[in-house]
Nanobody
Framework: QVQLVESGGGLVQAGGSLRLSCAASGSRFSISAMGWYRQALGKKRELVASITSGGSTNYADSVKGRFTISKDNAKNTVYLQMNSLKPEDTAVYYC?????????WGQGTQVTVSS
């Protein structure tokens, strides 16, 4: 059974940085596509960044140049480095793993950016 565990969220001032981690177990991580999504209060969940099994990345326009997604296949872990954080980045951030026809989600980690 695939399990995803996020960590690294917290409270940070605007302009600061955080690094989120998502550790996967029970999956063939190296052939999985991974993504980070976020959901702000009262809003729909949206894609923040994604990375394919081959390492190709994709970012939402709102985070381009500030966020970086990466993965370590040896550690079965995907990261989201978030720099120059803004109050509008405040949300619960979720890790997603896609393997074949199946999609799995983590429990989410709260990121709060104060102005």
């Amino acid at each position: 059974q695939v399990q995803l565990v996020e960590s690294g969220g917290g409270l940070v001032q605007a302009g600061g940085s955080l690094r989120l981690s998502c550790a996967a177990s029970g999956s063939r991580f190296s052939i999985s596509a991974m993504g980070w999504y976020r959901q702000a209060l009262g809003k729909k969940r949206e894609l923040v960044a994604s990375i394919t099994s081959g390492g190709s990345t994709n970012y939402a326009d709102s985070v381009k140049g500030r966020f970086t997604i990466s993965k370590d296949n040896a550690k079965n872990t995907v990261y989201l480095q978030m720099n120059s954080l803004k109050p509008e980045d405040t949300a619960v951030y979720y890790c997603q793993l896609t393997q074949g026809l199946f999609t799995y989600w983590g429990q989410g980690t709260q990121v709060t950016v104060s102005s």
